[in-house]
């Protein structure tokens, strides 16, 4: 399977904690993103990287939250001192900016399901 | 403010009819809108797309009309089948390649 994987599915943990996500993207695609959904909601953008760099952070991405990109590849989002407001679903996409009209479809993972109690 | 609207948070159709979700977007600097169909605890299928250079954007059962001047966007599926229940997200971005804007979805319902 070559689609976009994410790990863990399902995160439960106590509030302070700190937490860890992973995105495998697509393997041919520079970019990667990530977004976070609650109920009733769409996708909300957190950051991207384009290869290793990171390019830009949403307001809604607070000092509790970090991501990396080593080399390129696969990506790590990580929630320090979590709170029950971080509860949601955390999503990973992946595209390509070198497609032949210079567009930029996002294909998303299956998604990382954070509970905080 | 919202840039990408979708007013209707749910629709019913019957199945082998049509079924048209709409999309209203408030900033002109987007030019690639998207759709995408989730399921519950998946995360988005790509369906369609279409950049602003088109009006129109056929695959299979799914058409996406692009209306720049009134800022809106359909997805037409027909015919409607069961298994296209599910919730459906316009998206857009600008310069076709910058993080996307999500609408709020719209959750359809095919009636056997």
């Known amino acids: 399977d070559t689609g976009v994987s994410q790990n863990p599915r399902h995160k439960i943990t106590k509030r302070g904690q700190n937490v860890t996500f992973r995105c495998d993207p697509i393997?041919?695609?520079?970019?990667l993103y990530w977004y976070r959904q609650t109920l009733g909601q769409g996708p909300e953008f957190l950051t991207y990287?384009?290869?290793?760099?990171?390019?830009?952070k949403s307001r809604l991405l607070s000092d509790r939250f970090s991501a990396e990109r080593p080399k390129g590849s696969f990506s790590t989002l990580e929630i320090q001192r979590t709170e029950q407001g971080d509860s949601a679903m955390y999503l990973c996409?992946?595209?390509?900016?070198?497609?032949?009209?210079?567009?930029?479809?996002?294909?998303f993972g299956p998604g990382t399901r954070l509970t905080v109690l | 403010d919202q840039q990408v609207k979708q007013n209707s948070p749910s629709l019913s159709v019957q199945e082998g009819r049509i079924s048209i979700l709409n999309c209203d977007y408030t900033?002109?600097?987007?030019?690639?809108f998207l759709w995408y169909k989730k399921y519950p605890a998946e995360g988005p299928t790509f369906l369609i797309s279409?950049?602003?250079?088109?009006d129109k954007n056929e695959d299979g059962r799914f058409t996406v009309f692009l209306n720049k001047s009134a800022k809106h966007l359909s997805l037409h599926i027909v015919p409607s089948q069961p298994g296209d229940s599910a919730v459906y997200f316009c998206?857009?971005?600008?310069?076709?390649?910058?993080?996307?804007?999500f609408g709020k979805g719209t959750r359809l319902s095919v009636i056997a």
């Open positions: 996409a992946s595209g390509d900016t070198g497609s032949l009209d210079g567009t930029d479809t996002q294909y």
């Open positions: 393997s041919e695609h520079n970019r």
């Open positions: 990287f384009q290869n290793e760099a990171q390019l830009e």
């Open positions: 900033n002109s600097m987007f030019d690639y």
């Open positions: 279409i950049s602003s250079i088109k």
């Open positions: 998206a857009a971005s600008a310069a076709g390649n910058t993080p996307l804007v």
